[in-house]
């Protein structure tokens, strides 16, 4: 199941149908007045996001994901899968800055994951499953690099430690640090927000619900209102 993100706890993410309804999220922050940067959905330090990348990666994940939504009767508004996209593509990319920064590299925890996502979606086309390793992968990326480079930083400091937890605490810890020194940004269209390394889910920032019908597409933040997606077009569902 893909698990609603709290702020300040990491939540693991992995694969089903009925998951899909809840987003994940993306990053945001300082740099940019209003967070927007002509044709990018994320910025985060020197590396940017494209809208296009997040679109056509929507699309993708989409068709992943189309016979299981279809079998069980489920639709889903594909500004959901948007938000989930580029949050899981903005988090890869904050880890792979932070492997950089830190020079280390994601454990074979990580490579597990990404062998079982594999897995699951042996059948599909190359670049339907080549979407799915690269939204699947962001979350788990990430923390699996926070561990990594928290085990570094307590060796330095003369407290290693063989905790997972605890490690990933101070690799979060990290990450906050770095995200203080770095612009980090995201188009206010996507509703997403990040405080003090924690993802957390908004709103969109740049237009406001007038018809009850909008409005009700507004407050289904963690999971899609019915009414609101069954008057949807079919150009902005998935299912």
């Given at each position: 199941?893909?698990?609603?993100?709290?702020?300040?706890?990491?939540?693991?993410?992995?694969?089903?149908?009925?998951?899909?309804?809840?987003?994940?999220?993306?990053?945001?922050?300082?740099?940019?007045?209003?967070?927007?940067?002509?044709?990018?959905?994320?910025?985060?330090?020197?590396?940017?996001?494209?809208?296009?990348?997040?679109?056509?990666?929507?699309?993708?994940?989409?068709?992943?994901?189309?016979?299981?939504?279809?079998?069980?009767?489920?639709?889903?508004p594909m500004r959901f899968l948007?938000?989930?996209?580029?949050?899981?593509?903005?988090?890869?990319?904050?880890?792979?800055?932070?492997?950089?920064?830190?020079?280390?590299?994601?454990?074979?925890?990580?490579?597990?994951?990404?062998?079982?996502?594999?897995?699951?979606?042996?059948?599909?086309?190359?670049?339907?499953?080549?979407?799915?390793?690269?939204?699947?992968?962001?979350?788990?990326?990430?923390?699996?690099?926070?561990?990594?480079?928290?085990?570094?930083?307590?060796?330095?400091?003369?407290?290693?430690?063989?905790?997972?937890?605890?490690?990933?605490?101070?690799?979060?810890?990290?990450?906050?640090?770095?995200?203080?020194?770095?612009?980090?940004?995201?188009?206010?269209?996507?509703?997403?927000?990040?405080?003090?390394?924690?993802?957390?889910?908004?709103?969109?920032?740049?237009?406001?619900?007038?018809?009850?019908?909008?409005?009700?597409?507004?407050?289904?933040?963690?999971?899609?209102?019915?009414?609101?997606?069954?008057?949807?077009?079919?150009?902005?569902?998935?299912?």
């Amino acid at each position: 199941m893909i698990l609603q993100r709290h702020p300040g706890r990491p939540v693991r993410r992995s694969v089903t149908v009925a998951g899909l309804a809840a987003v994940g999220l993306l990053l945001s922050g300082c740099g940019g007045s209003l967070g927007i940067h002509p044709g990018s959905a994320v910025v985060v330090g020197d590396d940017t996001v494209s809208m296009s990348k997040v679109d056509d990666t929507t699309a993708l994940y989409c068709r992943a994901y189309l016979p299981q939504l279809q079998q069980a009767g489920q639709k889903v508004p594909m500004r959901f899968l948007r938000q989930f996209v580029a949050g899981s593509l903005a988090e890869r990319d904050l880890g792979e800055q932070l492997a950089a920064e830190y020079d280390v590299r994601a454990t074979t925890d990580y490579a597990t994951q990404q062998t079982q996502v594999a897995q699951q979606f042996a059948t599909a086309e190359p670049d339907v499953k080549a979407a799915v390793l690269e939204v699947e992968g962001g979350s788990p990326y990430l923390q699996n690099i926070q561990v990594a480079v928290g085990h570094k930083l307590l060796a330095e400091s003369g407290s290693p430690t063989t905790k997972a937890k605890d490690a990933l605490q101070r690799g979060q810890v990290a990450t906050q640090d770095w995200l203080r020194s770095h612009s980090s940004s995201i188009d206010p269209v996507l509703g997403t927000s990040l405080a003090s390394g924690a993802l957390t889910q908004g709103y969109d920032q740049t237009s406001y619900a007038v018809s009850p019908l909008a409005a009700a597409g507004v407050a289904s933040v963690q999971q899609p209102d019915p009414t609101y997606t069954a008057a949807l077009p079919p150009s902005q569902i998935c299912g």
